[in-house]
């Protein structure tokens, strides 16, 4: 009898696991099915379905996207910088030609554009200045080129979007107008600045878009070390050659910058400018000495010399910033160079 009782026994423990089991089962799927459900609504929240609308890329924080001002500045520690050094070359062209903004002066293609000659230049910072991936200063030499007295403005790439079109060669719009802070709107199916935005630079763009208007234009964008050496080339030290702002609630139109002695004007603290590099916080380590253009691949593209939105710290032309490509930023735009 005890032994039968003892097998009825573990019959009955069996039967009651098995249950147990099935049980713990059933409230597992429908857990995972209401987590799942959940991050679906969550997904939506952060990445609507709506025209026009930012492509996220999963490695990237999504509050990077939700507001598009850029953070002010890279990461890193904020070093007092020393005065920047006249370039070897400037002086010696300045005394020889007695004007040489006159001389430099873009004209037929090159009108609205200023001819920053071959030569080299100490690009970054000294070693105990700036930040880390403004660092080795090295000594990089460029062919020459021309680059655009203005930052692009909105006037002048709603012509582009008249006549190209706003899909960008990445498949996805050039620039974000179904955002409030975008500067750029449609009507009638054509597209024009908002009232009072004509002569301000374009921002809301993206990488490609402003990639694609360079070539439209017969130009490029530039690279990172281009950008830097027109900066330094075109300043006078201390350099004055950014914005006066009124207020730091959003740009400024381009002409009410401060030209640097050879006329381009606005390449600090009015919106960053996009460049054609890819971002690496190491790429000066191992930069080529001749014409570099940036690592081969990356996530983000550089950009250049901060805004009126930014920490004074980053209005400076050896900072180095990135951004997505796809993004589309209140703080950034573009201007172009020509060879």
């Not at 062919?143 to 909105?154: A, L, P």
């Not at 009410?256 to 390449?267: E, F, I, Q, R």
């Amino acid at each position: 009898m005890r032994g039968d009782e003892t097998g009825s026994l573990m019959k009955i423990q069996a039967v009651i696991l098995c249950i147990v089991l099935v049980l713990s089962c059933l409230y597992c799927s429908c857990f995972a099915a209401g987590q799942s459900d959940q991050g679906n609504t969550t997904i939506k929240k952060n990445y609507p379905s709506v025209p026009n609308s930012l492509l996220i890329s999963p490695e990237y924080r999504t509050d990077e996207f939700t507001c598009p001002l850029l953070p002010g500045c890279p990461s890193g520690p904020a070093v007092p910088l020393p005065p920047v050094p006249a370039l070897k070359h400037e002086r010696a062209g300045s005394q020889a030609t007695g004007n040489a903004g006159k001389l430099l002066e873009g004209a037929g293609k090159y009108l609205g554009m200023i001819l920053i000659p071959a030569g080299p230049f100490d690009m970054g910072s000294s070693e105990g200045s700036g930040r880390p991936d403004e660092r080795p200063m090295h000594a990089v030499y460029l062919g020459d080129f021309y680059i655009s007295k203005y930052e692009v403005t909105n006037a002048e790439f709603c012509k582009f979007l008249n006549k190209q079109g706003e899909i960008s060669s990445d498949g996805l719009p050039s620039l974000r107008i179904d955002d409030p802070s975008a500067p750029i709107i449609r009507v009638n199916g054509a597209f024009q600045p908002k009232p009072g935005f004509a002569d301000r630079p374009v921002t809301d763009v993206s990488w490609y878009g402003a990639s694609d208007y360079a070539r439209w234009m017969g130009g490029r964008l530039p690279t990172s070390a281009e950008w830097e050496k027109a900066a330094l080339y075109t300043t006078i030290r201390p350099e004055p050659d950014n914005i006066s702002l009124s207020s730091e609630e959003q740009s400024s139109p381009v002409y009410t910058a401060k030209a640097g002695m050879l006329g381009v004007a606005g390449m600090t603290g009015n919106v960053w400018e996009w460049c054609s590099d890819w971002y690496s916080r190491d790429y000066y380590a191992s930069s080529p000495s001749q014409n570099p253009l940036g690592p081969s691949l990356g996530q983000e593209k550089v950009i250049r010399g901060g805004s009126w939105a930014s920490a004074v710290s980053s209005r400076r032309i050896q900072n180095i910033h990135k951004a997505v490509p796809r993004g589309y930023y209140q703080t950034v735009g573009f201007r172009i160079v020509k060879d």
